[in-house]
């Protein structure tokens, strides 16, 4: 998927959510799109870092994007419901949404997990997840064609030793992403995961404390597949699991 080249105008007039957007692979998804035309709606925790990325889409002259501030942990369906309310209002519609943020949480062995930071895990990874697309589903279906992408790993696609509560909650975004792209089959919205591989990230470095960062692919490097499928080009690509690498 590396080798995908969007053009400049590919996306534009759309209009794109990106969670995790202040940081990492989200900042850099967030910016590719800006890149090629799409006005980017930068979803996050830390208001910072997501004005930091809102200034970065601004001075390179990218069409404005727009803030949301939220905790995925602590948000309820109204928050949910209040956004999609204040996104009709602004844009009438929404093209894109991609499912980035997540919570790495501890790894560890079985025995060890504790069940109030497992609890954590699935509601930012999981339940969040669903709530965001169950409010944001009304709008897409309004639009001429939309994406639905979320972020997978490699511990959602084989169970690895001492990725806990991580691993359950990625193989349950491919579970997700499953069931509805087979409920979307033949509309308007097609539903797709990625599995980033290893990325230079603040996540990956807390994965593994001990790697020489500079040997992972930075998040501007992999952004093809996630160019690939926000754009046209990947209209008819529905219920499958990319890998970025
Ligand atoms: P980072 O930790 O660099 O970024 C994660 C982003 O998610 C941050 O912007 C963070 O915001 C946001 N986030 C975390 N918790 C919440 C929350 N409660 N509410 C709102 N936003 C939140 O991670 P990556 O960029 O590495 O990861 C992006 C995605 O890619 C994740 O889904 C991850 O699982 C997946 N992935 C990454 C790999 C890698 O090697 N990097 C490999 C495989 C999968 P803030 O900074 O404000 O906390």
Request: charged share 20%.
């Amino acid at each position: 998927m590396l080798e995908f080249q969007a053009a400049s105008d590919s996306l534009a007039g759309q209009i794109i959510l990106v969670t995790g957007a202040g940081a990492g692979i989200g900042r850099a998804a967030a910016l590719k799109y800006a890149e090629c035309g799409a006005t980017v709606i930068l979803l996050g925790k830390t208001v910072k870092k997501l004005e930091a990325v809102y200034d970065e889409i601004e001075t390179a002259g990218y069409a404005k994007p727009a803030i949301v501030p939220l905790d995925l942990k602590g948000a309820t369906e109204q928050n949910y419901r209040d956004m999609a309310d204040t996104i009709q209002e602004q844009f009438g519609k929404l093209n894109g949404l991609l499912h980035n943020a997540s919570l790495l949480g501890a790894l560890g062995p079985f025995e060890h997990i504790d069940i109030s930071s497992l609890e954590d895990v699935l509601k930012v990874n999981v339940t969040a997840q669903v709530m965001l697309t169950k409010a944001l589903l009304p709008l897409m279906r309004k639009s001429d064609s939309a994406s639905i992408i979320f972020t997978s790993s490699g511990a959602g696609r084989n169970g690895r030793a001492y990725w806990g509560p991580y691993a359950f909650s990625k193989f349950a975004t491919e579970g997700m992403m499953q069931v509805l792209a087979d409920e979307c089959e033949g509309t308007n919205i097609r539903v797709n995961s990625i599995n980033p591989g290893a990325t230079r990230t603040g996540m990956r470095a807390q994965a593994y404390p001990g790697e020489d960062p500079m040997t992972l692919k930075t998040p501007e490097e992999i952004m093809p597949s996630y160019a690939y499928l926000m754009c046209s080009d990947s209209k008819d690509v529905n219920g499958k699991e990319l890998n970025a690498q």
